[in-house]
């Protein structure tokens, strides 16, 4: 049965709740009850967690029912963040991870940006805060923007595979375009067109929602102001020991190849995957083969990796990505990886690791 919308609330906020670290909870849930607009609702999903998460969510429901809570068996983020939307009574939408936080004035500076551009997604910038002592805005833009015509949505769209919709390189700070959090939502959109993230996929999931939310939107703006805080911890699911991180990130690409045909995207729309397909080749080549959990022998590693690289779609985007793109260093380990060398690449980053050496730093 459908939920009755009501007309009072403006911003429904979805907090999927799962293992966070008490301190951490607390944190996020003060910085939205104590949220300078009053009209909203905080829809907090208990997605089966087996410490106080949940008991916490109910005391803050008990002495004031703005929020929400949903205690229910484990079936991930996706599908809590899934329930979210189904529950929402909020006119607009926005998500926010357990142990983050928020700006006391998120809630308001972006629904009044929103409402005065009549806009369909509000994105705004964030902060990485790295165990509390180092802060890093994230700004893909230093000015507020909008976007509201075709050429904007395919630019969009390939922020949201990571790359600089003008100079087609790697665009980190445009992260806010390819993550859950950081965007203000109609409600309206989401439910009319059916919007939810994708069970099938345990990788780039909120790409993939994100490439569908802007093809069903028509209206875009960013405003310059930095409101949340995104938590960098060790700790945190990136860096977990995944050994099938390469076999998640082909299932990505072949969601997003559909989705691509499905809506007849352009030459530099494939280029763009291809160029995520290779920056993700480097994003998980700690959870899939430098973890310590991995007790293959440097020789399984590497024959594993190469096997890897020398198949589709990574062969696909090695070939794809130009050298003259690079720096020095990414050039030359683009470089092994482009003659076949993958396997030298990667025994130099573990003698790296071996030998306690910032491979950051050196290769």
């Known amino acids: ?24 909870l607390y944190e996020c849930l003060n910085s939205l009850k104590n949220q300078t607009l009053k009209e909203i609702e905080i829809i907090l999903i208990d997605d089966g967690s087996p410490d106080n998460c949940g008991k916490i969510c109910d ?19 996706s599908a809590a963040r899934n329930d979210g939307i189904s529950l929402a ?15 006391l004035n998120m809630c308001k500076s972006i629904y009044e940006k929103a409402i005065q551009l009549d806009v369909d997604v509000q994105y705004f910038g964030g902060y990485h805060n790295f165990n509390d002592l180092i802060t890093i805005e994230t700004r893909p833009f230093h000015q507020d923007m909008e976007f509201k015509n075709e050429n904007d949505r395919e630019d969009l769209q390939l922020m949201v595979l990571g790359r600089d919709y003008k100079l087609f390189t790697s665009c980190k700070n ?8 950081c965007k203000l939502i109609k409600t309206s959109i989401l439910i009319e067109n059916n919007l939810r993230f994708d069970l099938d996929l345990t990788h780039g999931e909120d790409g993939s929602f994100n490439l569908h939310l802007i093809e069903n939107c028509n209206h875009f703006a960013y405003l310059d102001q930095c409101f949340y805080h995104y938590r960098m911890r060790s700790e ?41 397909c290779y920056d993700l080749i480097f994003e998980n080549i700690y959870p899939c083969y430098l973890h310590a959990e991995n007790k293959n022998s440097i020789l399984n590693k590497l024959i594993l990796f190469q096997r890897t690289m020398s198949r589709d779609p990574f062969k ?13 260093k990414l050039r030359i380990k683009t470089f092994l990886l482009k003659i076949n060398a993958g396997w030298l690449m990667l ?17």
């Open 316 to 328: 696909e985007a090695i070939n794809t990505v130009k050298l003259r793109n690079f720096p020095i």
């Open 89 to 103: 009574c909020g006119k607009w939408l926005t998500f926010v991870d357990a142990d983050d936080w928020v700006e």
């Open 59 to 77: 005391n803050y429901a008990q002495v004031d029912n703005r929020f929400k809570v949903i205690h229910k068996s484990n079936q991930g983020v």
């Open 174 to 181: 445009g992260s806010i375009f390819c993550n859950t959090v």
């Open 1 to 24: 049965m459908a939920v009755q919308r009501s007309e009072e609330i403006l911003i429904s906020i979805v907090v999927p709740v799962y293992k966070i670290e008490e301190t951490y």
């Open 236 to 276: 945190s699911a990136n860096h977990l020991y995944r050994y099938d991180a390469m076999e998640r990130v082909v299932d990505f690409v072949n969601v997003v190849e559909a989705f691509k045909c499905e809506y007849s995207k352009s030459e530099i729309f494939e280029e763009g995957l291809m160029c995520r």
């Open 347 to 363: 025994l130099i980053i573990i003698v790296l690791q071996k030998n306690n050496i910032n491979r950051k730093r050196l290769f």
